[in-house]
């Protein structure tokens, strides 16, 4: 495996930690994971699991005070880093350059090195803060890509629209899958 196709997967303190459980299932050996403290408290509330088991399958796992870490460098060469769910905490401190724990500083780390970042945000309504902070992100080539399944496939089961997300940060990430459904027009 080269190194650029390993992806690091940062999991903050938002709601939906699913999409990011099924993002480490698929890149299996490729993602390094990497939770804050917070989505630790989401992990278990939302899944049950402990941050070892939420990660099972990584090539490695971090908590985000771990900064000695590889992501945290740029010689480190990750070719890209998702984060998912991206809290509005989050986001506030990498639109700001704040790069105070492994998940902040490898989004930072991307950003500097030009590597692909990508954002899942989840929040209902989105503050106006919130959205200050995705139009900065995004003008900097930030590719913000909210939690919000399409219902065009018709979901039956809470996977088809967790697998809809992450269909989208695959193919952002450049990664072959077949999971998902992909419009092709009306019938
Ligand atoms: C169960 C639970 C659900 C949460 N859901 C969200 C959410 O969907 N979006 C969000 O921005 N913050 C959410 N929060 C709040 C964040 O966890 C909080 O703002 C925290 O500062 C995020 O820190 P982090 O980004 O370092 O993980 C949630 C917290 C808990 C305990």
Known sequence: MSSESRVVVAVSGA????????LIEILGDRADVITTKDAATVIEIETGLTTE?????????YSDDNLAAAPASGSARFGAVVVVPCSGTTLAKIAAGIADNLVTRAAAVAMKENRKLILVPRETPVGAIALENMLKLARLGV???????????QPKRIADLVDFVVARILDHLGIEHSIGVRWSGPE
């Open 15 to 22: 709601s939906g930690v699913e999409y990011a459980r099924r």
């Open 143 to 153: 590719i913000i890509l909210p939690a919000s399944p399409g219902f065009y496939g």
């Open 53 to 61: 088991e939420f990660a099972a399958g990584a090539r490695s796992a």
